[in-house]
């Protein structure tokens, strides 16, 4: 992943792109492209187990082609067609990623996949996901990290 790095004001009411004048704030570097699932990993927050099981659902997700998508498809064609499910067609390996990711939320549970479908696959930070689902701040890390354990026990992760 490249990584987007620009500078951040940090004032009370939190980040912002300008300052006002007279006013002592802390200017922070932030990289953009980072996920707030690694954004939590690299800070301690999440362990490897619950990270790589996130990083597996994010694959799923992804390999399933769940998220909006432009009429035009812009992938690279791939001749050999490697991987765990090379002697599947294009099409079964998406489906076969589809029943995966439906599995794994499944089996995180109702009410946990709400911020785990929200931070892991649709990319949003975690003050945001609480913030949308209406929930108390600080409560996202601990519901997602409850999210991510079973979701580690779907995929078989140690």
């Known amino acids: 992943?490249?990584?987007?790095?620009?500078e951040r004001?940090?004032?009370v009411e939190g980040p912002r792109r300008c300052g006002k004048p007279g006013?002592?704030?802390?200017r922070v570097t932030v990289n953009l492209a980072e996920s707030p699932l690694s954004w939590l990993h690299a800070r301690g927050h999440i362990d490897r187990r619950l990270f790589d099981a996130g990083e597996r659902l994010r694959m799923d997700y992804e390999r399933a082609q769940l998220s909006p998508a432009i009429t035009m498809r812009w992938d690279a064609v791939r001749v050999d067609g490697g991987g765990a499910d090379s002697g599947l067609t294009p099409g079964e390996r998406q489906l076969a990623a589809k029943i995966r990711f439906d599995g794994a939320m499944a089996e995180a549970g109702k009410g946990l996949n709400d911020i785990l479908w929200r931070v892991v696959c649709a990319g949003d930070p975690l003050p945001e996901a609480e913030r949308s689902l209406a929930w108390p701040a600080r409560s996202g890390k601990l519901v997602l990290r409850l999210a991510l354990e079973r979701v580690a026990e779907f995929y078989r992760i140690s």
């Open 9 to 11: 004001e940090l004032t």
């Open 23 to 26: 006013r002592r704030a802390r």
């Open 1 to 6: 992943m490249q990584r987007q790095l620009v």
